[in-house]
């Protein structure tokens, strides 16, 4: 098992930034990407990036493109998310994922955190 735990959410104006953390703990060494999702009010769950540890090669959603980074601190096993530029249409539950690879679906990452809240006001 994997456990994984989020922290960096919260309430911020429209054009700030927000960094979240993801932490893994337990079998790690079966995690090849950590990524993450999100879920606004009445939406789907979508993709917003994914970090490869192999390849250290990143994906990103059209939507976060050129505002968002992802990186990962290997020997913390940690991945991180640089959040810039927010805006409204970002306020969401933000999911840290863990599987074997890369992928935009959620059922190919076998492990989730709770959820962080990210509001952000206009």
């Known amino acids: 098992q994997v456990q994984l735990v989020e922290s960096g959410g919260g309430l911020v104006q429209a054009g700030g930034s927000l960094r979240l953390s993801c932490a893994a703990s337990g079998r790690t060494f079966s995690v090849g990407a950590m990524g993450w999702f999100r879920q606004a009010p009445g939406n789907e769950r979508e993709f917003v990036a994914v970090f490869n540890r192999a390849y250290i090669s990143t994906v990103y959603a059209d939507v976060v493109k050129g505002r968002f980074t992802i990186s990962s601190d290997t020997e913390k096993n940690t991945v991180y998310l640089q959040m810039n530029s927010l805006q409204p249409e970002d306020t969401a539950v933000y999911y840290c994922?863990?599987?074997?690879?890369?992928?935009?679906?959620?059922?190919?990452?076998?492990?989730w955190g709770q959820g962080t809240q990210v509001t952000v006001s206009s």
């Open positions: 994922a863990a599987g074997p690879g890369i992928s935009y679906r959620q059922q190919a990452y076998p492990y």
